[in-house]
């Protein structure tokens, strides 16, 4: 089933959805780099990958967003009394997903650094460009307001699984 149903996420939704869930955790392991200053197999073996996953993720939330759209009117229901709670969650999770790598790119060319991508140079080094090395700075803190939100949409999913009993996780695995 390439497409949503009422009753459960389809093909392309669950691969957009995991393959993006596991990338996010990837490069959640940045945040381990901050542990002894990265002087350890995750920060010299995956860290390295960080802004190259980091494309993918923007190119794969672009792609994601025009899915979805596309589904609107096949997506499962949800309760009435909570489905403004669970569409300013995914709204949310949306943006920071837009924000984190736009944010990045931001800083790396605004602080001169240019952007590769698996060692190909995508946009060369270069002047500063203090606006936009401003604007990047916001990166770490959506970082961490990304990962909380990516906690809650987990906590959530295993609230209805777990003490609701209901099939909403069902949906997506």
């Not at 792609?63 to 609107?72: K, V």
């Not at 906590?155 to 069902?170: S, T």
């Amino acid at each position: 089933m390439l497409h949503d149903n009422r009753s459960q996420y389809g093909t392309v939704s669950k691969f957009l959805h995991w393959s993006m869930a596991l990338l996010f955790l990837w490069q959640f392991l940045k945040l381990g780099d901050r542990i002894n200053d990265g002087e350890h197999w995750i920060g010299q073996t995956l860290v390295p990958f960080h802004g190259s996953i980091g494309l993918i993720l923007l190119v794969m939330i672009v792609l994601r967003i025009i899915w979805s759209l596309t589904q609107m009117n096949n997506r499962p229901p949800h309760e009435p009394a909570t489905v403004w709670l669970v569409k300013l969650g995914h709204f949310g999770l949306y943006v920071m997903m837009v924000l984190m790598p736009l944010s990045a790119i931001l800083l790396m060319v605004g602080k001169g650094y240019g952007l590769k991508f698996f060692g190909i140079q995508l946009v060369e080094r270069g002047a500063e460009i203090p606006w936009a090395a401003s604007l990047g700075e916001f990166h770490s803190p959506l970082a961490w307001l990304t990962l909380i939100m990516v906690l809650g949409h987990i906590g959530a999913a295993l609230f209805h699984r777990l003490v609701k009993r209901d099939d909403i996780m069902q949906r997506m695995l």
